[in-house]
């Protein structure tokens, strides 16, 4: 419970956050729809949409945090309006189709949390025609990184304090996705759109991008950091930006290279990521062009976050 504690509390006390959300479901919500909460948590989603004039949630939640939100709505006098359901999204049943989904599943990276394949399960199954959603609409974009505690945490099963026979584990780490809070001055090239993804249509079993980043200042090259534009509403945008000054409490993804290469301004960096939503399985990889160079550096990454953590 320690973990669940700790980990919705950030959510709830990111008012930019709630107020983003509680803005989109003004612009969005109809008098007396019936909402179905997705991965709910505390449900401080649903009591919103309850607040704002729901008739009913239908509260789906396969965690622990399940039964702070049917306490809480017990508490706030709003019980006899919201339905509990203690399952995953994917294997919920509803008794009715709905007029609004919302959910907060974004991850990191804004499609490695699972939002993908849980939107479009539930509203293939539980929306009816016509129906709404929050979130709408996802960008995903990519920067390059130069952090030493990015690369820190990545590389420190390699460290002398480890027993040697340990050490090995360092490979595993560097083929990680990690979630890290980056400052402007961490985004050392300029930063590419991957994708818009509609989450009000289908999608393909794996997504693949690939851009050119341009290295904007000479330093040792860490990895790479992903981050999303969310698009909640009609003009209501929520981002994790590191760039942006109106980016809510949410990390970004961290990818980092096995090795540090160094790379000096106007060389030009060749990237690959690739997605699996399934099982939110990523990989990415990263090759350096300096200019006018007739042998090109190597440095390849590729990483695997296959967790169904449940908000």
């Known amino acids: 419970m320690t973990d669940i504690l700790s980990e919705h509390l950030g959510y709830v006390s990111d008012t930019k956050r709630l107020a983003l959300y509680r803005e989109a ?11 179905a909460d997705l991965g709910c948590g505390t449900a401080v989603l649903g009591v919103s949409c309850l607040e704002a004039g729901a008739s009913r949630i239908h509260a789906i939640d396969e965690s622990d945090a399940l039964e702070l939100a049917r306490e809480s709505l017990k508490r706030a006098g709003l019980q006899t309006r919201a339905r509990f359901v203690e399952s995953s999204t994917f294997h919920a049943v509803l008794p009715e189709q709905v007029d609004l ?10 499609v490695d949390y699972g939002l993908v394949e ?13 129906g709404n959603m929050i979130p709408g609409r996802l960008k995903v974009f990519v920067g390059a990184v130069n952090s030493e505690s990015c690369h820190r945490q990545a590389t420190a099963w390699g460290d002398d304090a480890v027993p040697e026979y340990l050490r090995w584990i360092r490979e595993l780490g560097v083929h990680t996705r990690y979630a890290h809070s980056l400052a402007p ?3 050392v090239s ?7 993804i509609d989450l009000r249509q289908d999608h393909p079993s794996l997504f693949s991008w690939s851009a050119v980043l341009t290295v904007e200042s000479t ?12 698009e909640l509403a009609e003009g209501v945008w929520m981002t994790n930006s590191p760039l ?13 290279l096995s090795t540090t290469l160094f790379v000096t301004a106007g060389d030009h960096l060749r990237v690959r990521l690739m997605l699996r939503p399934s099982d939110n399985l990523l990989t990415w990889e990263l090759r350096h062009e300096a200019p006018k160079s007739v042998n090109c550096q190597m440095a390849e990454a590729l990483g695997a976050h296959a967790d169904d953590h449940r908000l």
């Open 244 to 256: 942006s000054d109106e980016r809510i409490r949410r990390p970004q993804a961290f990818l980092p």
């Open 101 to 110: 989904l919302i959910c907060d599943h974004v991850g990191f990276f804004g």
């Open 25 to 35: 479901i003004r612009r969005v919500l109809r008098p007396s729809d019936v909402v």
């Open 118 to 130: 849980l939107m479009g399960d539930a509203r293939r199954r539980f929306l009816k025609p016509g």
């Open 185 to 187: 001055e961490n985004i």
């Open 219 to 230: 330093c040792e090259l860490h990895g790479l950091a992903g981050w999303f534009d969310c």
């Open 190 to 196: 300029d930063v590419a759109t991957l994708d818009t």
